[in-house]
């Protein structure tokens, strides 16, 4: 192999690159570059990045405006389509994953978002009391993540934004910002909900409480473009000679000698097909170890084409097992999208987003103060409100549905062959969520707000269903994975969801605040009534994905199912993790892509320091606060024990 040229650090295929590194990460996107840029830091230790994507400097992904352009080109996407989902009348979604430099921080709607601080105790509580996958464990490197911009000052007065940067940190190469505008009706969206008793409402979204709160946008302000893993991580590390990314160039599989790691092979992106007979093949010594950061629909695939999975799907593609992991690719979880949609026949405050195009004055204003000076409405991604609300608030049968989950048969729900220990975390999972269905601190209901006439986003925080992402056993190294969502094959999922039409009514049609605006209500529509009435109208229109693949990957203890420790470690495999959303035991309740940051920052540490036990001995503290947090942990680890 000749040797790099230290000059650029970026390469284009593998005959420059170096023959060995200390760390080789599979895949440059969120976690993979946040991962790299830590650990190249101190100038010394060597880092190779394989990307499958290119560097790109489209204006899909810088534009901010509207926060959709990203995953509108989808060359900056990977093409794959689910397989038929039977509960949504055969119906295929698409499997939306950011494929450039960046990853899906690349092309996601920039809504930056932190969840309840339950959703992370829960990890922690399947392992037992003494985790450090804490709310506590985490909430330093949620600070470390990402660089808090506070809005505007006269922006949040007027539009009445309330935040609290204690819960932030302000260091990160990637920012955390605000719009330079806000429509006026997205403050009194948010202040409707007064209208509906026990609603939460949190000053700030990094607090961990669910409720009705603002949040901010992955947007540098200073610029007003997207900022992300490449700006944030890439272009910090870029300069450094100790950091190396080779793009264009896809994994194919994790080299193994006995059970541990040492490389990986990767072929370029335009070669796929000749993979399997080694043409064109580039292998790559790692001498510390090999981090896989593929995403949550890639990162089981690479595991799998190694020869690190559950057994009987391996021979079936004719890979040699390894190490018999029967969680790869398991657990697979999104958030589901429902369609839901009420418009105001009378909203007064104006202007609203529907002016922008209606009313010739304000969108004249509108170019004008971009073009002069990249402000106005032009700054706003999706919008920087919603509400994220615990099932408790939302349903009067909450008690009912969580003791019926709490009996279920929950084997019944996964597929008919699924391995013992799976099914085992699967139902310890159930457990913890029939505790937090009827409980203030998880938020399983989102409604996003727009400021204007018609409804935002509504959105399934923890669905109940578990799908499977596995390799095509007719063309493993050739095709991509088989990603099936299986929708509502947990029929509790059905129930909780009608409630969140209802309680949508409700907001809408049937709250003091709200009245005036005159709502009408345009889906699911007002024959839509009965828990079977929405069961079929989820069975037509329910998309089970809002780009959120997680779980596949997932930190559980190996008889849960587990395929990464507490380190992320891979099970029965030296020298090799998983550092990415793919190791959500469960999905957090919000937006996955500042979780996704935290975890890979953590994971730098644990990587760099070693765990925290270990940093405890030798500091004489912890760098974290053990709590017993709402008794989940006790409770969790008790009933399935
Ligand atoms: C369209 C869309 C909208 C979204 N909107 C939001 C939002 O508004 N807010 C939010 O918080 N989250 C959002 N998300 C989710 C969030 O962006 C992701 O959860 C997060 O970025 C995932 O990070 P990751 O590191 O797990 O994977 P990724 O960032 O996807 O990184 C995986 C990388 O691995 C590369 N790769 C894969 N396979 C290989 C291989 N074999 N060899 C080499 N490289 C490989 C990929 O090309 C990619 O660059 C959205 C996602 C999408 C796709």
Known sequence: ????????????????????????????????LTVADRLTEDGKTTVLVVEYGQLSNSDSIRTVAGGFNGMSDRTLLYDIQSV???NLRNRTIAVLAGKVVGGSSAVNAMMTV????????RWGSFFGEDSHWTWEGLLPYFKRALNFVPPDAAVAESANISYDASYWGDTSGVYAGWPSFQYPGTAAQMEAFKGIPGVPFSKDSGSGEPGVYWFPTFMD????????????HHDRAANRTNYHLVTGSKVTRVVLEGTTATGVIF??????SSAKNGTQETVVRAKKEVIVSAGGIHSPQVLQLSGIGPRKLLSSAGIETVVDLPGVGQNFQDHPMLQAAFMYRNFTIHPTPEDAFLDRDFASWVDTVWAENRTGPRSIAVGNAAAWLPFSVISERAANLSATLAAQNHTLALPPDTDPTVAAGYRAQMLSYARALNSPGTAFYNLVLSGGRSSGALVNLHPLSRGTVNIDPSDPYGAE???????LTNPLDTAVMADFFRFTRRYYLDNPRTSAWRATELAPGADTQTDEDFAAYLAETLSPSEFHPSGTCAMLPRELGGVVDEELRV?????????????????????????TYAVAEKAADLIRYGPPEKREKRQGKLPYKRTKESGLLHWVTSAWA
Do not use: K, M, W
Request: net charge negative; charged share 20%; glycine share 10%.
């Open 1 to 32: 192999y000749p040797r790099a040229h230290h000059a650029s650090r970026v390469f284009l295929n593998g005959r420059d690159i170096d023959e060995q590194y200390d760390y080789i990460i599979v895949g440059g996107g969120t976690a993979g």
């Open 84 to 86: 038929p989902q039977t």
């Open 114 to 121: 932190r969840s309840a601080a339950d959703d992370y105790t």
């Open 221 to 232: 302000p200073s610029i007003v473009e997207r900022s992300y893993a490449r700006t944030g």
């Open 267 to 272: 072929v370029p992106v335009e070669s796929d």
């Open 481 to 487: 994975p088989l990603v099936d969502y299986r929708a």
């Open 571 to 595: 099970y029965g495999v030296q020298g090799l993790r998983v550092v990415d959303a793919s190791v959500f035991p469960t999905l957090p309740g919000g937006n996955t892509c500042q979780p």
